[in-house]
C-alpha cells in the first residue's frame, strides 16, 4: 500500500521557520515533490526532488528560503522553509511519482500520489 504521510505544518511569526516531513512507504518513486494551495487558489508547485537526492528544483518565489532533502535510509522527505513569509501561508502537500522525467518537474499531473496536506500558517 502506498501511502505519503506528512507532519510538521503548524503557525509561526513571519521571519521564523518551519520544517516539513514526508515518509513514504509502498513504492520507490522516482522524484517526488512539495506543492501548496492557499484558499481560492491553485495547487502551486514549492520544490522537487530526485530519489537519489541530486537533482532540486525551486519555485521562484522560494528559492533561498526552502530547501528540500532526503534521507533514503527513512525514506523520507523534507521541506526546511526558513525566512517564512505571511504569503507562505497554504496548506502544504507532499507528492510522489513513478515516471523517469527530466523537465518540468512543477506540473501536479507528473504526480501519482499525494500527501493528505498540513496547514502552514505564518503571521505577520
Known amino acids: 500500500q502506498v501511502q505519503l504521510v506528512e507532519s510538521g505544518g503548524g503557525l509561526v511569526q513571519a521571519g521564523g521557520s518551519l520544517s516539513l516531513s514526508c515518509a513514504a512507504s509502498g513504492r520507490t518513486f522516482s522524484r517526488y515533490g512539495w506543492f501548496r494551495q492557499a484558499p481560492g487558489k491553485e495547487r502551486e508547485f514549492v520544490a522537487a526532488?530526485?530519489?537519489?537526492?541530486?537533482?532540486?528544483d525551486y519555485a521562484d518565489s522560494v528559492k533561498g528560503r526552502f530547501t528540500t532533502s532526503k534521507d533514503n535510509a527513512k525514506n523520507t522527505v523534507y521541506l526546511q522553509m526558513n525566512s517564512l513569509k505571511p504569503e507562505d501561508t497554504a496548506v502544504y502537500y507532499c507528492?510522489?511519482?513513478?515516471?523517469?522525467?527530466?523537465?518540468?518537474?512543477?506540473?501536479?499531473?507528473?504526480?501519482?500520489?499525494w500527501g493528505q496536506g498540513t496547514q502552514v500558517t505564518v503571521s505577520s
Open positions: 507528492a510522489a511519482t513513478l515516471k523517469l522525467v527530466y523537465s518540468d518537474y512543477g506540473r501536479v499531473n507528473l504526480y501519482d500520489y
Open positions: 526532488i530526485s530519489r537519489s537526492g541530486a537533482s532540486l
